[in-house]
């Protein structure tokens, strides 16, 4: 049985205040396309299917467009409401929809959504999780009379995955959207600070496969088979230099997966171009690149180019960014790196220096320790 696994299509996004509907058109397409050709069973689609909890009446019908796509031609939908969606939204009409094998997470009321399906080597079950908070999960508990509620997202996860029906022996597989720890974000990410939303990978051992939504980068967290398939499209420009794919996982027997990607090739592309204004200006620096794709400048001049953006676009239509890098704006990065330093407490910036010595973020335990350090030092200073 193969599957794709997309997530984070943010539908109705703006970029620099650049709609980016004709992109993620373009891209869904061609998703549906390569379901088509992969000869796809089910898309997993892990979360943030729109880009706001009220999305426009224009990306409402552009998601409908692209299920119904699938649907016609007969490829399941496996979809899960992410920290960007809203859940009572995304399962409007799912009962109805699973009619014609569209299937979408409830709003979470202590059960997941657990879909049955066989193929040649036996059964197979899908699980649906929206993205989840502590509080969700304390309401659910709260409402049964239990005394044990979950205070980190961590624990709210793993007690969720607790309550689910999975019998190991056969092939389970997960569609989530949670920031499992020690994945690697980008400037596109809602973050949360001293990550407060991570989630142990540990929580999901009795999962073969579990399909990730909420980080932008495709990767794996601790095993192959924990794994983010990344955005369809570039939404920052720290993704410049990214390829987006989506992940193709076919299942054969238990404990065999094969995965592999196949590359998106956007409507417009997103990269970053640097030099003077006369340097960027000229035509044997521009010929022979897409002119047509979105921008950012960065002009090294010591003296601002009066109109430089409008002058910029007359070459670069789709320039989002100009900033400049100089002796002045460095200066000024200094002064606001000193005042931002400032205005964090000192758990903060360990915890900052932390995930940038060791590629991650504290555990739950080593920031509870250094809390405890840092009010012990604080005491005897006093």
């Keep these: 049985m193969k599957f794709l696994h997309i997530s984070d299509l943010h539908i109705g996004k703006r970029l620099n205040e650049f709609s ?66 809203s859940p009572e939204r995304i399962a409007f009409g799912a009962q109805l929809m699973s009619g ?12 997941t959504v657990k879909i049955r399906l066989e193929d040649t080597y036996g059964e197979l079950f899908v699980y649906l999780l929206p993205f ?52 690697g974000r980008c400037d596109s ?52 230099e990214q390829e987006k794919s989506v992940t193709v996982a076919e299942f054969q027997e238990k404990g065999r997966i094969k995965l592999r990607t196949v590359p998106l090739v956007p409507l417009h592309d997103m990269r970053k171009i640097r030099g003077t204004y006369l340097e960027v200006t000229a035509r044997p620096f521009y010929e022979g690149t897409d002119t047509q794709d979105y ?6 001049d010591e003296e601002d180019i009066p109109d430089g953006l409008q002058k910029l676009r007359t070459i670069y239509p789709n320039l989002m960014q100009l900033v400049y890098d100089n002796s002045r704006t460095r200066q000024n ?17 360990f915890a900052e220096f932390y995930e940038i010595q060791n590629n991650q973020p504290m555990s739950r335990e080593q920031e509870v320790f250094m809390k405890e350090l840092i009010e012990k030092a604080k005491t005897e200073q006093s």
Aim: charged share 25%; net charge negative.
């Design 20 to 85: 980016l509907m004709e992109d993620q058109a373009y891209i869904l397409n061609q998703i549906l396309r390569i379901a088509g050709e992969e000869q796809a069973d089910g898309v997993l689609i892990a979360g943030d299917i729109y880009d706001k909890p009220v999305p426009s009446a224009e990306a409402v019908r552009l998601f409908d467009s692209f299920l119904t796509g699938l649907a016609d031609r007969q490829i399941k939908v496996f979809a899960v409401s992410g920290n960007h969606d």
């Design 100 to 111: 014609r094998g569209v299937y979408v997470s409830p709003v979470y009321d202590g059960n």
């Design 132 to 183: 989840l908070k502590p509080a969700a999960v304390r309401h659910v508990l709260e409402r049964e009379g239990g005394t044990d509620m979950p205070e980190s997202y961590h624990d709210a996860v793993k007690t969720a995955a607790g309550r689910m029906d999975i019998d190991c022996t056969q092939r389970n597989i997960l569609v989530a959207h949670q920031f499992v720890t020690g994945a």
């Design 189 to 240: 990410e809602d973050v949360s600070v001293g990550g407060l939303d991570n989630v142990d990978a540990e929580v999901f051992d009795a999962f073969d496969y579990v399909a990730l939504g909420h980080i932008h980068t495709p990767q794996k967290v601790k095993r192959d088979t924990v794994r983010y398939c990344g955005t369809p499209l570039k939404y920052s420009f720290s993704e410049a």
């Design 295 to 300: 921008v950012q400048v960065t002009l090294t």
């Design 333 to 349: 990065r200094a002064v606001e790196l000193a005042e931002h330093m400032e205005q964090k407490s000192e758990l903060e910036l």
